[in-house]
T-cell receptor, first 114, second 113 residues
């Protein structure tokens, strides 16, 4: 049982480049989330999805796009990377979207934008 | 506007002693609170939670206390073990935010043998 798997684990981009982070979960969860973690800021929600084919903006959505074409996958895209997007990105999923049930997190993607 | 604050960036305790991690919040709409633990190079994992209708919840060595009037919660670990060394995040959610957790900045706990 893999849980939540994120790829890649590390990536270095130049300003203006694009990339896609992939998140896959094998727990049949309806709800999926993308967070970023920055020093002194905790985890902040970027985008989330309440089911296949749906997406919604979180707290810090600017500069990111997402897609949920399949229930098990949630993709985070950066169309034109900026140094401010240097961060650790975490994907999470949950069965219940009310937040009262625990989130299952992936191991993170360390992204550096030069 | 940091709605959930963990004002202590780090805490160091001796093995066997009590660890107390604190968390303050400003949004009175928050009605459910969670603690997550994070080891280096891993994602956060759920530790314990508490509903606003309670003031205490225990799970083994971990106890979370909630003081709604002070908008304050704390996580007690007794006895502390070296394996508890990690970053601890508190998080909060309200019934109206439907699953969107608001996290604190995290506290680095170091338990010395």
């Amino acid at each position: 049982n893999a849980g939540v798997t994120q790829t890649p684990k590390f990536r270095v981009l130049k300003t203006g480049q694009s990339m896609t982070l992939l998140c896959a979960q094998d727990m049949n969860h309806e709800y999926m989330y993308w967070y970023r973690q920055d020093p002194g800021m905790g985890l902040r929600l970027i985008h989330y999805s309440v089911g296949e084919g749906t997406t919604a903006k979180g707290e810090v959505p600017d500069g990111y796009n997402v897609s949920r074409l399949k229930k098990q996958n949630f993709l985070l895209g950066l169309e034109s990377a900026a140094p401010s997007q240097t961060s650790v990105y975490f994907c999470a999923s949950s069965y219940d979207g009310r937040g009262r049930e625990k989130l299952f997190f992936g191991s993170g993607t360390q992204l550096s934008v030069l | 506007d940091q709605q959930v604050k963990q004002n202590s960036p780090s805490l160091s305790v001796q093995e066997g002693r009590i660890s107390i991690l604190n968390c303050d919040y400003t949004n009175s709409m928050f009605d459910y609170f969670l603690w997550y633990k994070k080891y280096p190079a891993e994602g956060p994992t759920f530790l314990i939670s508490i509903s606003s209708i309670k003031d205490k919840n225990e799970d083994g060595r971990f106890t979370v206390f909630l003081n709604k009037s002070a908008k304050h919660l704390s996580l007690h670990i007794v006895p502390s073990q070296p394996g508890d060394s990690a970053v601890y995040f508190c998080a909060a959610v309200s019934g109206t935010s439907y699953g969107k957790l608001t996290f604190g900045q995290g506290t680095i706990l170091t338990v010395h043998p």
